[in-house]
T-cell receptor, first 116, second 114 residues
Framework: AQKVTQAQTEISVVEKEDVTLDCVYE???????LFWYKQPPSGELVFLIR??????QNEISGRYSWNFQKSTSSFNFTITASQVVDSAVYFC?????????????FGTGTKLQVIP | KAGVTQTPRYLIKTRGQQVTLSCSPI?????VSWYQQTPGQGLQFLFE???????NKGNFPGRFSGRQFSNSRSEMNVSTLELGDSALYLC?????????????FGSGTRLTVV
C-alpha cells in the first residue's frame, strides 16, 4: 500500500474556479509531519506548508488553505480563485520515523492546469 | 540567503560513462538528500547525508553513490550510466535529519544518457 496517495493524477480548471487537491497518508507513528510542495514547469520544488501530527488546525494563507483530518488520514489542499500561475505539479509528502530513520515519502503528484 | 545550488543544470552523457553532480545546501543546513525524478516513477529517494555520513539510502543499485564534505556540500556520482538513468536529479537540504522541518530544493540537474 502506498504511504502517500494522491489519487488525482491531473486536474484542469478554468481560472477563478476553486480546486481541491486530495492527499491520503498512512503511518503508524503518532508523531509525523505532512507537507505540500509545488513544482512549476521550471522544475524546482517549492515548499508550501508543514503540519505536525498534533496540530489539526486548518491553515489559510492567501488563496491557499489546508484541511488536516487525522480521523480520515487526509491532508487536502484547496486553492481558491485559481490563477494561471497556479499551474504546476503539487506533491504531498509524509515525514515519519521508520526502521530507525526519519524518512520522507512523496506522493505521485497531482498536475494542475489552470486554463485562462 | 542563498538557496540550494545544483550544478550543472544540464548534462548529456553517453551510456557507460560516469557523472558527478554537485549540490551546495543552504548555509547552516547539515542534511542533504538526493532524489531522482522521472515521469514514470515520480520522486525516488536516493540517499541522505548528514554530518558527512550517509544516514539513509533508497533502493538504487551501487552505481549510485554520494558523499558530503565538511562544509555540507554534497556530490552524487553515477557510474556506468544506463539509458534509464536519464532523469531530473534533485538535491534538497534541511536543518534536521529526515527533513522533519521540510526541504528546500535546488533547481535540479537534468541528465540525459544517450
Amino acid at each position: 500500500a502506498q504511504k502517500v496517495t494522491q489519487a488525482q493524477t491531473e486536474i484542469s480548471v478554468v481560472e477563478k474556479e476553486d480546486v481541491t487537491l486530495d492527499c491520503v497518508y498512512e503511518t503508524r507513528d503518532t508523531t509525523y509531519y505532512l507537507f505540500w510542495y509545488k513544482q512549476p514547469p521550471s522544475g524546482e520544488l517549492v515548499f508550501l506548508i508543514r503540519r505536525n501530527s498534533f496540530d489539526e488546525q486548518n491553515e489559510i494563507s492567501g488563496r491557499y488553505s489546508w484541511n488536516f483530518q487525522k480521523s480520515t488520514s487526509s491532508f487536502n489542499f484547496t486553492i481558491t480563485a485559481s490563477q494561471v500561475v497556479d499551474s504546476a505539479v503539487y506533491f504531498c509528502a509524509l515525514s515519519e520515523r521508520t526502521g530507525g530513520y526519519q524518512k520522507v515519502t512523496f506522493g505521485t503528484g497531482t498536475k494542475l492546469q489552470v486554463i485562462p | 540567503k542563498a538557496g540550494v545550488t545544483q550544478t550543472p543544470r544540464y548534462l548529456i552523457k553517453t551510456r557507460g560513462q560516469q557523472v558527478t553532480l554537485s549540490c551546495s545546501p543552504i548555509s547552516g543546513h547539515r542534511s542533504v538528500s538526493w532524489y531522482q525524478q522521472t515521469p514514470g516513477q515520480g520522486l525516488q529517494f536516493l540517499f541522505e547525508y548528514f554530518s558527512e555520513t550517509q544516514r539513509n539510502k533508497g533502493n538504487f543499485p551501487g552505481r549510485f553513490s554520494g558523499r558530503q564534505f565538511s562544509n555540507s556540500r554534497s556530490e552524487m556520482n553515477v557510474s556506468t550510466l544506463e539509458l534509464g538513468d536519464s532523469a531530473l536529479y534533485l538535491c534538497a537540504s534541511s536543518l534536521v535529519r529526515g527533513a522533519a522541518d521540510g526541504y528546500t530544493f535546488g533547481s535540479g540537474t537534468r541528465l540525459t544518457v544517450v
